[in-house]
């Protein structure tokens, strides 16, 4: 069964920067597209960011020039590198497959951005 573990969440002011890491089990990166996705309160879940098993990237335009997503294959973990954080980043934040899988969801990291 593949495992996944989001950290590097926190509380960060307008403007500040987080990485988060998302470590794998399974060696699934190697294999198929890995994305960050998001989740507020009360709103439905969105894609921010993908890289596929050969390397290439890709950033939702709501993110884009802000965040980049990259992984080493030999730690196993993918990160989100978030610069220029804005308080509409605030989520919880999840790593999973894309398309996702749903039995790999964890629990995520929380990300909160004050004004």
């Known amino acids: 069964q593949v495992r996944l573990v989001e950290s590097g969440g926190g509380l960060v002011q307008a403007g500040g920067s987080l990485r988060l890491s998302c470590t794998a089990s399974g060696w699934i990166f190697r294999i198929y597209t890995m994305g960050w996705y998001r989740q507020a309160p009360g709103k439905q879940r969105e894609l921010v960011a993908t890289?596929?098993?050969?390397?290439?990237?890709n950033v939702a335009d709501s993110v884009k020039g802000r965040f980049t997503i990259s992984r080493d294959t030999a730690k196993n973990t993918v990160y989100l590198q978030m610069n220029s954080l804005k308080p509409e980043d605030t989520a919880v934040y999840y790593c999973n497959t894309n398309p996702e899988k749903s039995t790999y969801w964890g629990q995520g990291t929380q990300v909160t951005v004050s004004s």
């Open positions: 890289i596929t098993s050969g390397g290439s990237t």
